[in-house]
């Protein structure tokens, strides 16, 4: 076994994660990025989506929103303002969010208003598609 | 006070401890408070620190890059400032210091203009000759990241319009339960040197990735891939760090705002039973003196029968 990669993840309101990992699959702007021991110095701003964990074998999802990762040697950080395990998604909550923002577009205002109610809308639907996805 | 009667004195107590009682109580809501938000600084500290050290690395790594975020512009005609204070008063000198430190910090610029963050910065600035655009009032006791977002959306814009040059938060350091500090943080352009001023420092966090950055150039690694881009990465990446940095000031002065009063309502409670002491002591003078004289009175009244 190769050795393992340090992932930190870090949101506003706790250390999300500090562990040892055999893998990590985070997406990035540019598309999904998978992480392991030595993987080359990289900076990438991280997107709404998914991260995946490998850890001795076992799989665990998280729904992640915007930051940026960062990856150096051995360690690796992810720094975003919301992220949270697929079991702990709260969906009543992530479907309210989803409506609110539907009915915000549907309401011709401003483009910042606009520009905000599509970044909540990502945010909604990622949690919901994870949900789903993770229900079957 | 000397010349008070028994009945003045009394009700002079009376008021003292019902004053005491109030700083009291609320010296215990405000330690309440503060552990309460305390727990939450603490939790927020990492993320705040994370970004700090991220956004360190990348100005390091990224020297040259031209991008309007980080290069300064050639003429600073117009200065915007953060001022995050309380919403309440009875906390000591906590909103005076922090809004005093923003108004000296604001002399040298040629001209200002200011985001009040809580109804005692907007009680401040708004009695001044200060443009005010906007200002953020009635936040929670306990500051959400959405707030921050908010703030950060309004600021960032305006800079981006060209409407102000460079931007500096001012909030309240808090560094332990009787020591915060107003703090002049520069925003926007990214400053690197103001950046390690600010919030807590971790050494060995430092040291850490000092440790790392070595190693990766023994390996021959020190070359950095930004993707998709140095100019995308940061354009993408600075809104996210400018919203930690304003929710880890909002939370470093939510915390010592609460440490404040309940200094305050400390030394007010203490002050408060001084007081009792005194009077009390006075009051027992005073009827000491009432009765002697009463004694006096029957003994010279008696004398006078004979």
Redesign the interface.
């Given at each position: 076994m190769a050795a393992k990669l340090h992932l930190?993840i870090?949101?506003?309101?706790?250390?999300f994660l500090d562990e040892e990992v055999d893998m990590a699959v985070v997406r990035?702007?540019?598309g999904d990025?998978g992480l392991m021991n030595e993987h080359?110095?990289?900076?990438?701003?991280v997107a709404v989506g998914r991260i995946k964990i490998v850890q001795e074998g076992k799989v665990r999802e998280a729904a992640c929103a915007?930051?940026?990762l960062?990856i150096?040697?051995d360690?690796a950080?992810v720094?975003t303002?919301?992220v949270e395990w697929i079991e702990e998604i709260d969906i009543q909550r992530a479907r309210k969010a989803r409506e609110r923002a539907e009915e915000r577009l549907k309401a011709k205002s401003d483009q910042?208003d606009i520009d905000?109610a599509k970044a909540a809308l990502t945010k909604a639907l990622n949690r919901i598609q994870q949900y789903e996805h993770h229900q079957k | 006070m000397a010349g008070l009667g028994m009945r003045d004195i009394k009700r002079r107590i009376k008021s003292v401890k019902s004053t005491r009682q109030i700083t009291k109580a609320m010296e215990m809501v405000a330690s309440a408070k503060l552990r309460k938000t305390r727990g939450?600084l603490e939790?927020?500290r990492?993320?705040t620190r994370?970004?700090k050290q991220?956004v360190l690395?990348?100005l390091g790594e990224l020297q040259g890059t031209e991008h309007p975020l980080v290069t300064p512009r050639e003429t600073i005609k117009k200065t915007g400032y953060i001022v995050i204070a309380g919403s309440r008063g009875l906390c000591g000198g906590y909103n005076t210091n922090v809004v005093k430190q923003a108004w000296e910090h604001m002399q040298e610029k040629k001209a200002t203009c200011v985001v009040t963050v809580g109804q005692k910065s907007w009680e401040y600035f708004s009695r001044r000759e200060v443009e005010v655009p906007r200002s953020f009032l009635g936040l929670a006791e306990v500051p959400d990241?959405i707030d921050a977002?908010e703030i950060r959306?309004f600021c960032l814009?305006k800079y981006q319009a060209g409407e102000v040059d460079e931007i500096y938060l001012v909030y309240t350091n808090f560094e332990s339960t009787i020591s915060y500090k107003p703090k002049v943080l520069k925003l926007i352009p990214l400053d690197e040197e103001a950046l390690e001023t600010c919030f807590h420092t971790d050494k060995s966090l430092m040291e850490e990735e000092q440790m790392?950055?070595e190693?990766?150039v023994k390996?021959d690694?020190?070359?950095?891939?930004?993707?998709?881009s140095d100019a995308?990465?940061l354009g993408?990446?600075v809104p996210?760090?400018l919203?930690?940095m304003i929710?880890g000031g909002l939370m470093e002065s939510a915390v010592s705002e609460q440490a404040a009063r309940r200094v305050a309502m400390e030394s007010a409670t203490s002050n408060a039973e001084d007081m009792i002491d005194k009077l009390q002591l006075q009051y027992n003078r005073a009827r000491q003196a009432a009765i002697t004289q009463e004694i006096a009175e029957i003994v010279g009244g008696a004398e006078a029968l004979k």
């Open positions: 930190e870090v949101s506003p309101d706790r250390v990035t702007a540019s990025v080359i110095p990289m900076v990438a701003p915007d930051g940026v960062k150096r040697g360690h950080l720094i303002e919301a910042v905000r | 939450r939790e927020s990492p993320f994370a970004w991220a690395g990348f990241f977002q959306r814009e790392r950055h190693a990766a390996d690694w020190e070359l950095t891939i930004y993707e998709p995308e990465v993408r990446v996210g760090y919203d930690s929710y």
